[in-house]
């Protein structure tokens, strides 16, 4: 069982940077490969990036490539989310997930645990 609590959200203009966290319990949380994943009101919940258990594969969606990274601290049981030049259009809520597995999916069907999620909004 783990337990996934994200901070880190919050307001900020367009082209700001926020930092996500996400605490997870438990004493096995490098054998979890770790998700994040958002969603914008009326829309349906969207994969946003993931990692390895180990931290050497990542992967992005399209969307933040280039401007979202996706890390983890296995000593602290903490996966972060490091988002820069923020639009509007990242606007929504933040959640984390976490599954105990190798690989690194991008479905959120494949994930077991899910954080509450955290708010987070850019102003043009």
């Known amino acids: 069982q783990v337990q996934l609590v994200e901070s880190g959200g919050g307001v900020v203009q367009a082209g700001g940077s926020l930092r996500l966290s996400c605490a997870a319990s438990?004493?096995?949380?490098?054998?979890?490969?770790m998700g994040w994943f958002r969603q914008a009101p009326g829309k349906e919940r969207e994969f946003v990036a993931a990692i390895s258990r180990s931290g050497g594969n990542t992967y992005y969606a399209d969307s933040v490539n280039g401007r979202f990274t996706i890390s983890r601290d296995n000593a602290k049981n903490t996966v972060y989310l490091q988002m820069n030049s923020l639009t509007p259009e990242d606007t929504a809520v933040y959640y984390c997930?976490?599954?105990?597995?190798?690989?690194?999916?991008?479905?959120?069907?494949?994930?077991?645990?899910w954080g509450q999620g955290t708010q987070v909004t850019v102003s043009s």
């Open positions: 997930t976490a599954r105990s597995t190798p690989l690194i999916f991008t479905t959120p069907n494949a994930y077991d645990y």
């Open positions: 438990g004493r096995t949380f490098s054998s979890y490969a």
